[in-house]
C-alpha cells in the first residue's frame, strides 16, 4: 500500500492507535480479571502507556 498524502498518512496511523488501545484495553481486563491485581497497579499502566505515546508517536503526527 502506498499513501502520498499526509492525511491519510495520519488516518492510518489512528487506526493502529485505535487498534492498539483495544488489544492493550483487553490486556488490562484480562489481567485484572484473572491475576486480581489492583486497580491503582492498572492505572500506572495506563499511564506509562500515554506517556509513551505523547512522548514517541505523538511527534511522528507533526
Known sequence: M????TIH???VMI???CLGL???GGLLV???LRHDYHPNLIGALIGA????L???AL???T
Open 49 to 52: 502507556m500515554l506517556c509513551f
Open 22 to 24: 483495544v488489544l492493550i
Open 54 to 56: 505523547l512522548l514517541e
Open 59 to 61: 511527534p511522528a503526527l
Open 30 to 32: 484480562t489481567m485484572r
Open 15 to 17: 487506526v493502529f492507535l
Open 9 to 11: 498518512i495520519s488516518n
Open 2 to 5: 502506498v499513501i502520498h498524502d
